[in-house]
C-alpha cells in the first residue's frame, strides 16, 4: 500500500537495507555443491575482524471581530485543556498508553475504573464539559476526504456519559504537530507546526525531500451540542510558534525563515505577529493585522514556549525573542519586541529592548507589568554553579527596562508567579545527584528580589513534568501547599523513584515535607475529595495528606502493564506482563482476563494473579505449560572478581552493593482458567561481571539482525538452551569473550535440570543463531577466508570472505551436552522443513559487484556435509522466516540507497515442496519498512511502513499471499497468537489488542 509517514521533528536515522541491479554473483551457487564461500554478515567487517571493530559496510542516513480588539459578542471563557479532569464523581485521565480511562471516585479511597476508549496515537490533551470529551490527538493516520494519505493531529469528540459504553462523535483534521490548544467558548483552538517532510517512510531512510517548507498550522474546533466540526484554519511559514488566547482574539508569533520552500531553511533572526480575530463564537479566524519585528521566537522550553509571548491586556503585544539565529554564542542577544495593536489592523512597533544573552535558551514569564528571565537551561555563562535571574519593568511600553536582579544555585526550568511572590523552579547539580530545586523568591520589590528559602528533593537524578508544563504545578495557597509529580533514579537503591513531593509554604517560609511514593512516569498530583491523586502512564495512586511529612499511599490502582504474551485459552486469556522501567523491575505477572474484557476497557482488578520473580519475560509454550525466563538481579562482587572490593576515589574500600541480572526460568501450567507456579531454576552469574540477557531474536532486515541470534530457544518443547556470549575488549583492542551454552531440561516440570558446555575453545571467535529443528539444536559461526582490508584513501574496505559453518549439539544426553558435527554451509540457518528435518533453509550473503545480496538457499545434510538443493535470487534481505509445513514465509526488505528512495517490503511464499525446483510466490510489495512477525493459520502477520501497525495478508493454497487491510496497532506489537477468527497482540504498555479476521 502507498505508505506516507510524517517525519514530525526531526530527521530520523535508519539502517539503509539495500538491493540495486548487479551484473551478476562472484561466488556461483550450484545444485549438488558441498563447499560455500560467502559474504560475512558486515559485508566488509564485522564483529569477528582481527580489530574487534563493527562495521556495518552499508551506509545509513541521518536524517498564537471587533475593532481595536473588543468583541461584539458577549466575552466568552478561555480554559485550558489538560490530561485529566474531575466532574463530579468522575475523574477523566487521558493516559498515553491507555487512552481515556473513566473512573468512579464516589468513594476516592477505592477509584473504579468504569470504561475506557482506546487512542490510536499520541493522546495529547482534552477537555471535558458534562461528560463529553473533546480530545487532541497527535500522529494520527488516517485518510483524507478524498483517499489520500493523513499523518498529522486530529480533534476527537467522545461521548463518555455513559462510560461503560463511549462513543466516538466525530473527528476533526489537524495539520502538523499540536504545539498548543486553548478552549474558548464551544471551540477548541490550536496551533501546530508542520516541518514539511514527505509523510514516508523513504524520507528516513535516505536524504529528505519536502513536499512543502515549515508551517504553522492555527486551526479551530467547534464542539458544541456533541458535534465536532473544524471552523477555521490557517497557515503561515515557520518552524516555531508560540501563540497568547483572549476571550477574543489570538496573537500568534511565528518565526520567519530564509526559504520558506525548504525543509531545512536557516531561521532569520526575525519573527511575524499576527492579530486573529476569533470574536465568532462558532469558531471562524480573521486575520487582521501582521509586522515583523527583530528576534526568533522561541518554540520550545516550558509549554513549548507559551510564556515568550504576552497580550494579557488586549492592546500591547510583548515578544520576547533570540536577537539572531540563536540565543547564545558569541554574538547572542535576546531581543524583547513591543507592538501596540490598539488598531488591530495597523500594528504600530511601540519599543524594542536588546537584552545581553545569558545562555542559549531562555526562561521567561509576563505577570502584569513585569518580565521574569533568566537562561533556559543549566548552560549559562556564569560562574560558580549560578544562573542570573532578572525582573524587567514593562509598565511602559515605549521604555521596557531593567528593573532589578540577582542570581540562584542551579538553573531555572519555569517561574510560578504568586501575586508579591515567585516561584522557580529548576534543578541543582551535585557531584553525582542532579536534584529538582523549588526557590522562593519575594518580588514585592522588583529592584532587590530577595530569595525567601528552597527546597530540594530527589534521590540522585531526578526530574519533573513541572519543568515542561505549569499544568503539572499544583498549589493551594489556603493549604500553604505545593504538590509536584517527579520522577528521579536512585543509584544507590538501583531503581526508579517516583511519586509526589509535598511542599509546603507561607508568605516568609518554604519547607520540602514528605513525598508519596508510586509507580511509572508520575505526570500529575491532583487534589480530589481530601486526597492527593498521583496520575502516572502506569498507575493512579490515592494518597492521605493529613501528615503532610510523612503522606501514605492508601490505593494504587495499575493503569497500564507492558505486556510481552497474550495466551488464549477457551473463555480466558492469560497475559504475560514484565517491566523493566521503574513500575516493579523485581517481578513479572500473569492475569487470567476474561476473553470479553481482554483489552481492559472495564475494571480487571478482580483477575486472577500470579507473581513471578524477575523482569523482561519471554515465554514459551508447550502445551498447558509455559516456561517463562525472566531477569532475576542478584548481588555480586563489586570489585575485581577475586573477592577485593573496589576501592572509592579516595583509596577506601566501597561497602556498596554491585548486582548483576541472570536468566531464571519459571514453569507455570495453566488449567481450569487458572495459572499454578511449577518448578524454577537460575542460572549462574558471570563471575565478576554482569550478565545482560535480552536477546530477542530478528528485528529488522539487515545483517545485524541476524548476528546474535536469540540468546534463548525452545528445543523438543521441554528444553530450553541460553547463549551466554560476554565480550571483553582488552588494553591491546583485541578481544576475548566468555561464552557458554546453558540447557535446561524441563522433563520434570517441579525440578528443572541445568547444564552447560563449551561451544568452542577459541576465545576469539563468534558463535549464535541458535536454531532449534525438530529435537536438533544448531548454532553457527563463522571462520575468515579472506580479511577485508580498509583503504584510508577510498575510505573503504576490501570484500572480505568467510565460510559459515553449523555446529550441532547433541542434546540426546541432556546432562551431558555435546558439540558434534561442523558443516560448511551456505550462510545463516533460518529454519527447516517440517516434514525432513535434513532439509535446512538459509539466508546466504554473497558479493555483486562490492555489495552483499541475499539468497534464500536449501541445502540437506548428509553425513557432515551439506549438499546445496537450489538457491533464490532475493531482491533485497530477509526479514524473519517462519516455516509451516513445507513452506517458508519471509518478508523480503528493499531498499536503494544509491538513488535515496523507493523502501518496499515484499512477503514472500516459498513452496519447497521440491527442494530442487523452489516456487517463490510474492505479494506485491509495500511502500515502507517491515518485517514478518507471526503466521497464524491462513494469514500472515507483517509491521506495517503505514505508521504503526500491522499489515495483513491471507494465504491461500497454490496461490501468492494477498494484502488484507492494514490494521493500526496501540504501539508496538510484540508476540501474536490466534484463536478461531481473532488475533491477539500484545503490545507493550498498550496491553492486548484484539482483532477480528474477517
Not at 571493530?53 to 471563557?77: C, F, L
Not at 509576563?366 to 525582573?391: C, E, H, K, V, W
Request: charged content about 20%.
Amino acid at each position: 500500500m502507498a505508505s506516507l509517514l510524517a517525519l514530525v521533528g526531526g530527521a530520523v536515522a535508519v539502517p539503509a537495507c539495500s538491493s540495486s541491479s548487479h551484473s551478476g554473483p562472484e561466488e556461483d551457487r550450484n545444485p549438488g555443491q558441498s563447499d560455500f564461500i560467502s559474504a560475512p554478515p558486515g559485508a566488509s567487517g564485522t564483529f569477528g575482524s582481527p580489530s574487534g571493530s563493527v562495521d556495518a559496510g552499508a551506509p545509513t542516513s541521518d536524517q498564537g471581530g471587533g475593532k481595536g480588539g473588543e468583541a461584539s459578542n458577549p466575552p466568552r471563557k478561555v480554559e485550558e485543556t489538560d490530561l485529566y479532569r474531575v466532574e463530579g464523581d468522575r475523574l477523566y485521565y487521558l493516559n498515553a498508553y491507555r487512552g481515556l480511562m473513566v473512573f468512579d471516585v464516589s468513594n476516592v479511597d477505592q477509584p473504579r475504573l468504569v470504561g475506557r476508549s482506546s487512542i490510536h496515537g499520541s493522546p495529547v490533551e482534552m477537555f471535558i464539559r458534562n461528560g463529553i470529551a473533546t480530545i487532541v490527538v497527535a500522529d494520527w493516520y488516517g485518510t483524507m476526504e478524498d483517499g489520500s494519505p493523513f499523518h498529522g493531529s486530529i480533534v476527537r469528540g467522545l461521548d463518555a456519559t455513559n462510560p461503560g459504553d463511549i462513543k466516538v462523535l466525530g473527528e476533526a483534521k489537524l495539520g502538523g504537530w499540536v504545539r498548543d490548544t486553548r478552549i474558548v467558548g464551544d471551540v477548541l483552538y490550536a496551533v501546530s507546526e508542520d516541518y514539511g517532510w514527505y509523510y514516508g517512510w523513504d524520507a528516513v531512510g535516505a536524504s529528505t525531500t519536502s513536499s512543502h517548507g515549515p508551517k504553522v498550522v492555527v486551526s479551530s474546533v467547534n464542539f458544541a451540542g456533541g458535534v465536532i466540526s473544524q471552523k477555521g484554519s490557517h497557515t503561515f511559514d515557520g518552524y516555531s510558534s508560540v501563540f497568547n488566547v483572549t476571550d477574543s482574539s489570538i496573537m500568534l508569533a511565528h518565526d520567519i525563515p530564509s526559504d520558506p520552500s525548504q525543509p531545512w531553511s536557516q531561521p532569520t533572526g526575525r519573527s511575524e505577529l499576527v492579530y486573529l480575530d476569533i470574536s465568532d463564537p462558532l469558531g471562524t479566524i480573521g486575520v487582521r493585522g501582521r509586522i515583523e519585528v527583530n528576534g526568533s521566537v522561541q518554540g520550545w522550553g516550558a509549554d513549548n514556549g507559551r510564556w515568550n509571548i504576552d497580550f494579557a491586556d488586549k492592546r500591547y503585544a510583548h515578544l520576547l525573542g533570540c536577537g539572531g539565529a540563536y540565543c547564545g554564542g558569541q554574538d547572542g542577544r535576546y531581543v524583547l519586541s513591543t507592538v501596540d495593536f490598539q488598531n488591530p489592523d495597523v500594528p504600530v512597533r511601540a519599543s524594542e529592548l536588546t537584552i545581553p544573552s545569558t545562555g542559549w535558551s531562555v526562561t521567561a514569564r509576563f505577570d502584569g507589568a513585569r518580565m521574569y528571565l533568566s537562561p533556559g537551561s543549566y548552560y549559562y555563562y556564569g560562574n560558580n554553579g549560578t544562573t542570573p535571574f532578572q525582573i524587567y519593568d514593562i509598565s511602559n511600553p515605549s521604555a521596557p527596562k531593567l528593573a532589578g536582579q540577582t542570581s540562584v544555585q542551579g538553573g531555572i526550568w519555569n517561574f510560578i508567579p504568586s501575586g508579591d511572590r515567585l516561584f522557580a523552579l529548576g534543578n541543582e547539580y551535585g557531584s553525582n545527584s542532579n536534584k529538582v530545586a523549588l526557590q522562593y523568591f519575594n518580588v514585592s520589590n522588583p529592584a532587590a528580589p530577595t530569595l525567601i528559602g528552597k527546597s530540594t528533593f530527589g534521590d540522585g537524578w531526578a526530574w519533573t513534568p513541572a519543568a515542561g508544563t505549569f499544568k503539572a504545578f499544583v498549589k493551594d495557597a489556603d493549604k500553604g501547599l505545593v504538590v509536584l509529580p517527579f520522577s528521579g533514579w536512585s543509584s544507590q537503591g538501583y531503581e526508579y523513584r517516583n511519586g509526589l513531593q509535598l511542599i509546603e509554604f507561607t508568605a516568609d517560609s518554604i519547607r520540602t515535607a514528605g513525598a508519596a511514593r508510586s509507580h511509572g512516569w508520575v505526570e500529575r498530583g491532583i487534589f480530589v475529595k481530601g486526597r492527593l491523586v498521583s496520575l502516572s502512564d502506569q498507575s493512579l495512586s490515592v494518597v492521605d495528606y493529613a501528615n503532610k511529612a510523612n503522606p501514605q499511599v492508601v490505593k494504587e490502582v495499575t493503569l497500564a502493564r507492558n505486556v510481552v504474551d497474550a495466551r488464549p485459552d477457551g473463555n480466558t486469556v492469560a497475559e504475560v506482563s514484565t517491566d523493566w522501567w521503574g513500575y516493579d523491575d523485581r517481578q513479572s505477572e500473569i492475569r487470567m482476563l476474561p476473553m470479553d474484557n481482554a483489552d481492559e476497557r472495564s475494571d480487571a482488578s478482580g483477575a486472577v494473579t500470579v507473581k513471578i520473580d524477575g523482569n523482561n519475560a519471554r515465554v514459551f509454550r508447550n502445551g498447558p505449560l509455559s516456561y517463562v525466563v525472566t531477569n532475576v538481579r542478584k548481588e555480586i562482587d563489586c570489585g575485581d572478581g577475586r573477592g577485593n572490593p573496589a576501592p572509592t576515589p579516595d583509596g577506601k574500600p566501597s561497602s556498596g552493593a554491585c548486582y548483576a541480572y541472570v536468566p531464571q526460568v519459571q514453569v507455570v501450567e495453566f488449567a481450569h482458567e487458572t495459572a499454578t507456579l511449577r518448578g524454577k531454576v537460575t542460572l549462574p552469574t558471570d563471575s565478576g561481571n554482569s550478565y545482560y540477557y535480552g536477546g530477542w531474536g530478528w528485528g529488522g532486515c539487515y545483517w545485524y539482525d541476524w548476528f546474535g541470534g536469540s540468546d534463548v530457544v525452545q528445543v523438543e518443547g521441554n528444553a530450553l538452551a541460553f547463549r551466554r556470549f560476554y565480550p571483553k575488549v582488552k588494553s591491546d583492542g583485541t578481544w576475548d569473550a566468555n561464552q557458554t551454552l546453558y540447557v535446561v531440561d524441563i522433563t520434570n516440570p517441579d525440578a528443572p535440570n541445568l547444564t552447560s558446555t563449551d561451544i568452542t575453545s577459541d576465545r576469539r571467535s563468534w558463535w549464535g543463531n541458535m536454531r532449534a529443528v525438530g529435537d536438533k539444536l544448531y548454532t553457527s559461526h563463522y571462520e575468515w577466508i579472506s580479511w577485508p582490508v580498509y583503504d584510508p584513501q577510498t575510505g573503504r574496505s576490501s570484500n572480505g570472505t568467510v565460510r559459515y559453518y553449523l555446529d550441532q549439539i547433541d542434546l540426546s544426553d541432556r546432562a551431558h551436552p555435546r558439540v558434534g558435527s561442523r558443516i560448511n554451509v551456505p550462510g545463516l540457518l533460518v529454519g527447516a522443513s517440517e516434514t525432513d528435518p535434513s532439509l535446512l533453509y538459509f539466508t546466504d550473503y554473497r558479493w555483486w559487484n562490492g555489495t552483499t545480496r541475499d539468497d534464500l538457499s536449501v541445502a540437506r545434510i548428509v553425513g557432515r556435509k551439506a549438499y546445496l538443493q537450489s538457491s533464490t535470487v532475493l531482491d533485497g534481505y530477509v526479514g524473519n522466516v517462519f516455516v509451516r509445513g513445507s513452506k517458508a514465509y519471509a518478508s523480503v526488505q528493499r531498499y536503494d540507497y544509491q538513488t535515496g528512495s523507493d523502501s518496499q517490503v515484499t512477503l514472500h511464499e516459498f513452496d519447497l515442496t521440491d527442494p530442487r525446483r523452489p516456487i517463490d510466490r510474492r505479494a506485491p510489495a509495500q511502500r515502507g519498512w517491515g518485517w514478518l512477525l507471526g503466521v497464524e493459520g491462513d494469514r500472515a502477520i507483517v509491521t506495517s511502513g503505514w505508521g504503526s501497525g500491522i499489515d495483513i495478508y491471507r494465504l491461500q493454497p497454490n496461490a501468492a499471499p494477498t494484502y488484507d487491510r492494514f490494521v493500526r496497532a496501540q504501539g508496538w506489537p510484540g508476540s501474536i497468537s490466534r484463536q478461531n477468527d481473532t488475533l491477539f497482540l500484545a503490545s507493550g504498555y498498550w496491553g492486548i489488542q484484539s482483532i477480528q479476521l474477517h
